[in-house]
Each structure stands twice: as C-alpha cells, then as structure tokens.
Nanobody, 130 residues
Framework: VQLQASGGGLVQAGGSLRLSCAAT????????MGWFRQAPGKERTFVAG?????????????FNGDSLRGRFTISRDNAESTVYLQMDRLKPEDTAVYFC???????????????????WGQGTQVTVSS
C-alpha cells in the first residue's frame, strides 16, 4: 500500500490543522492505521492509531496520551481510502514531521507500537509558532 500524507503547514499556537493520508494500492480497511511524529533530533513517536473499522482509537503514550486525546482526533473513511488527523489547540511542542503508517494487516485493534507498522508515508511538516 502507498501512503501520501498532506495538510501540514505553519500555524499559530492555539490553531488547528487537519492532516490527511491517502492510501492507494490495496484496500485500506485491511489495515490498522496510525500517525507518528518526529521532531528534529528526536526519535519518531506515536501520536494516534485507529482500528480497521474505526471503532477503536489510541493516543500517545503514558506521558502525553491525555493531552493528545483531548486535542487530536484520528478518523478514517475506508470508502475514500483516507485517514485523518484533526489537530486542535496546537502547541509549539507539536512541531514535527508527521507520518502516517499502515500496520501489519494481521494485527487487531488500534496499534501503538511503531514496530507493528509496515508501510509509511513520506511525512508532512507541521510547525506551530508561539
């Protein structure tokens, strides 16, 4: 499956962005999907994941999960082969390159582990100014 992320840009703190991830090549509904981000000089970290049918979502880790869940929303439209990440009340620390990814189709539910993901998009830059 090929993934194309878009929707990044420059926004002021408190603003919103909506990222899109368009999938081609295979049926999107076969795959749990996720968004990750990578800030300069830092490792790639999990932002949000969604199950095949969209009924289950996960956000962040034990440190930032609550913050992300309250500001970010992951969703998917399998008919349109697109996954979205709605980001509200953005903060400067959200600045990063955001990647969408598709997990191994044998995995169940929403996936948090980066190692579960086998297909990656090219990334889209999100910059939040203070």
């Amino acid at each position: 499956v090929q993934l194309q992320a878009s929707g990044g840009g420059l926004v002021q703190a408190g603003g919103s962005l909506r990222l899109s991830c368009a999938a081609t090549g295979r049926t999107l509904s076969n795959y749990p999907m996720g968004w990750f981000r990578q800030a300069p000089g830092k490792e790639r970290t999990f932002v949000a994941g969604i199950s095949r049918g969209g009924g289950s979502q996960k956000y962040g880790d034990s440190f930032n999960g609550d913050s992300l869940r309250g500001r970010f929303t992951i969703s998917r439209d399998n008919a349109e082969s697109t996954v979205y990440l709605q980001m509200d009340r953005l903060k400067p620390e959200d600045t990063a390159v955001y990647f969408c990814a598709a997990a191994d189709e044998t995995r169940l539910g929403a996936r948090r582990d980066l190692n579960d993901y086998v297909y990656w998009g090219q990334g889209t830059q999100v910059t939040v100014s203070s």
